[in-house]
């Protein structure tokens, strides 16, 4: 045997399409380091002591050292997920021919529209199809799937065992004796069921989730279901299981890879039995459950249950007595849907769906994995580009990631097909997955504006593109901001490896945190109005890196009970799928007015907004940026420690911040010697920061109609500025400014 070497796991390269798909491509190299030869028997080992018999073969590529290409087919057939460290010797093992093959069928694409399980003719001709599909492949071993699709109609077969053996090893199939179908009496000793293990090769972020479903499933295996020797009380689970989470976070690819066990057969509920009447529906799910409970170990699949026992339907109390018919069998049903709450709340009891299982929205982490996964990297290593996109995607599910991949390619191909067409060049791609992405980088940079994540969609109103550059002056309120909105959220990379993108990272949170400090939950703008309190939210939202989602308090108000207060709960909730995100809520004096002064509807959006800051839900990734013009009407209790605790005072702008004002907006201008920048800062005092921009606008225009009326063009003179400042009234007097330094004295004590 030759020397240990340890390989990973890659899929297949491009473009082969071998109908042996247990060969396993290794470089030149490698087969000579292992004494192999083309088409050589081998036996792969994993770490956990499995062996699992392939042919060798070389890969015509230039090939890294260290790398083994598999098919899926193989990945599938003996539990191998991208990424795996194996390890590959010669195997002496002889390739015998398949003379008797037994299969049984797992049909899983079975529904409840669909006809029922084989009878003995029907076997016997699905025997005869399969003995011809069974030829056309070269190798085969027990275990593996096979689907054969005749005049339309397709079934799935599982090898049971070969010449009356269900040991992993090879089987040549130019010459077959006999090839059986066996149904639901016909499994001997040879033909039991392995345990029931859910793959999580094409699934990334989830393993967790995985892990819980695999500890559930397993019982149902035939080898761990023996408990007649056991007391009655010990059954360590019975009854369904419900999945549930937000639209795109995995739960139907979930539902696939639960199919993709060793189960007897699969059955599907879905909505396609939605129309039809109630006496039928109730009908078709009785008939599945008792089919399932012919073919154990079985299950049934039930997507967006909502849609077939919603909370208003009649199929719930139906369902709810055949999932109680499953106890001490080896059926179990798996169900999804978005919102628990949607669906019949008995379904929920216990011996119905008692175990639920959350599928979250992913975080950088879990991001990182799904991005890799459907690149077809492994799971567990690093990629620079991958591990970016993953840290700035807040909020992005498993199908937004998908959408983004998607346009990211799309725009790569486009560019490079012009570039081919410009250079007069046919050349393709580097087709490594590695080169592809470091490649696109620009490419993710155009998709990330153009994919928002799926839970912003319906209520995202812009893309901040707002910097604290572009607001003059403010100093003292950007500082106060950054502490309280970027510093939570704000990614730091250590200095002493910068070439690192993964372990080397840290969060201003953890240090916070070790420091005992909570991030703030809110804060409260106010001052008068043009004074950059929405800029300013835009650039803390920008400068963070974080979600934003921007509404006016008079938006969400309702002539119609309880709509204003649904209206609230409905804009924290999507700011929570969509976390870490800003809220900001403008004119918050609509909806935040004391309650001592204002109508029963304004009572019930106060304590609307008091619950969701401090309520029994925790505020966790939300931070709430509120802006008024009227400090004074606000409720007390918003303003109070834990929620809008902290008040920052959005003045009029002092002289340095117009006169950063002025230099940002003159200085695209065509200005006349005899504008003096630092005089006019002088005289615009008691000018807010938004009339000082029409100001300057006006000064254009006065400029723009002097050209029209002299025919030639005009530079801005000091005279256009003067007739600007007469068009342009000061709307806040000293008095309102006096009052609203009253407020915030009074407030600070």
Known sequence: MGELQIYKVRPWPAGIDFKDVFRVFLSPSSLLLHKLSPDDVCNIHTTEGSRYPAVAWPSSGGLEKGVMQTSKDLQKAYGLKLGTKVSINPSDAVVEDARDVVLCEISQGESVNSPSSLDENGRVHWAWLLEYSLKMKQKIVPHQLLSVNAKGEERTFRILNINASNDLSLYHTQIIGSVNIVDDTGLGKSGEQNTLVIPTSELGGLDHQIQQLNDLVAIYSARNHSRSNMPSFFQPFQGGILLYGARGTGKTTVLQNICEARWRKVYHIDSTVIGQRAAEIEAAIKRVFSEALRLQPSVIIIDSIDTI???????????????????????????????????????????????????????????????????????????????????????????????????????????????????????????????????????????????????????????????????????????????????PFKVRAKRNNPRSHNNDILQYSNEMKDLGLTPKKGLLLYGPPGCSKTMTAKAAATESGLNFIAVRGAELLSMFVGESERAIREVFSKARAASPCIIFFDEFDAIGASRDSCQQGGIHTVTTLLNELDGFEELKGVFVLAATNKPEVIDPALIRAGRLSETLYVGMPDLDARKSILDMQTSSMNLAD???????????????????????????????????TYGERKQISQKHFSIAMAKVEKSVTLEMTRRYEAWGTGRHG
């Open 309 to 487: 026992a919603g909370r208003s339907s009649t199929t719930g109390p139906v369902l709810s007595r055949e999932l109680e018919g499953l106890r001490n069998t080896r059926t179990i049903a798996i169900g999804a849907t978005r919102n628990l709450s949607d669906i019949d709340q008995d379904l929920r009891s216990a011996g119905r769906f008692e175990t639920e299982i959350e599928l979250p929205i992913p975080d950088s982490n879990s991001r990182a994995e799904i991005l890799k996964v459907l690149c077809d990297l492994p799971k567990n290593t690093s990629h620079a580009t991958l591990d970016n996109i993953a840290r700035r995607t807040h909020g992005y599910v498993g199908a937004d990631l998908k959408k983004l991949l998607g346009y990211a390619v799309r725009t790569n191909e486009i560019h490079h097909r012009a570039s081919r067409l410009s250079d007069g060049k046919n050349g393709g791609h580097d087709v490594r997955p590695e080169t592809l992405l470091n490649n696109m980088k620009p490419d993710f940079e155009m998709a990330l504006l153009k994919v928002r994540p799926t839970a912003m969609q319906e209520i995202f109103v812009e893309i901040p593109k707002v910097r604290w550059s572009d607001i003059g002056g403010q100093y003292e309120l950007k500082r106060r901001l950054e502490q309280a909105v970027v510093w």
């Open 674 to 708: 005899d504008v003096d920048t630092e005089a006019l800062s002088d005289t615009i005092d008691g000018y807010s920061g938004a009339e000082i921009v029409a100001i300057c606008q006006q000064a254009r225009y006065a400029a723009f109609e002097e050209q029209i």
